[in-house]
């Protein structure tokens, strides 16, 4: 499957954006859904994942209540929608889908990964 994530920009302090992931060569209805991220000389850190019927959600702790994930199995899509942004949530952002059904926070059981789509946060 082939991921391609958009979405990202600048963005002042409190504001919002909505990232998608769209999926194209396979469905993403068979696959568990994450984002991730990674900031300037720092490591690929977990945002959020769903599992494979969108029932199941988890996020970082840094996220929570401020960033919802979801997905539409019928468009081929998965979204991440970005809430009361801070400077410190400033890093490239990531799509990825694992053959777990469940949503996983571990990038290493994620085999597809999206090309990255650039948030910036000013304060």
């Known amino acids: 499957v082939q991921l391609q994530a958009s979405g990202g920009g600048l963005v002042q302090a409190g504001g919002s954006l909505r990232l998608s992931c769209a999926a194209s060569?396979?469905?993403?209805?068979?696959?568990?859904m994450g984002w991730f991220r990674q900031a300037p000389g720092k490591e690929r850190e977990f945002v959020a994942a769903?599992?494979?019927?969108?029932?199941?959600?988890s996020y970082a702790d840094s996220v929570e209540a401020r960033f919802t994930i979801s997905r539409d199995n019928a468009k081929n899509t998965m979204s991440l929608q970005m809430n009361s942004l801070k400077p410190e949530d400033t890093a490239v952002y990531y799509c990825?889908?694992?053959?777990?059904?469940?949503?996983?926070?571990?990038?290493?059981?994620?085999?597809?990964w999206g090309q990255g789509t650039q948030v910036t946060v000013s304060s």
């Open positions: 060569g396979r469905t993403i209805s068979n696959y568990g």
């Open positions: 769903i599992n494979w019927r969108g029932g199941g959600t």
């Open positions: 990825a889908a694992t053959t777990f059904l469940s949503g996983r926070s571990n990038a290493r059981d994620y085999g597809y």
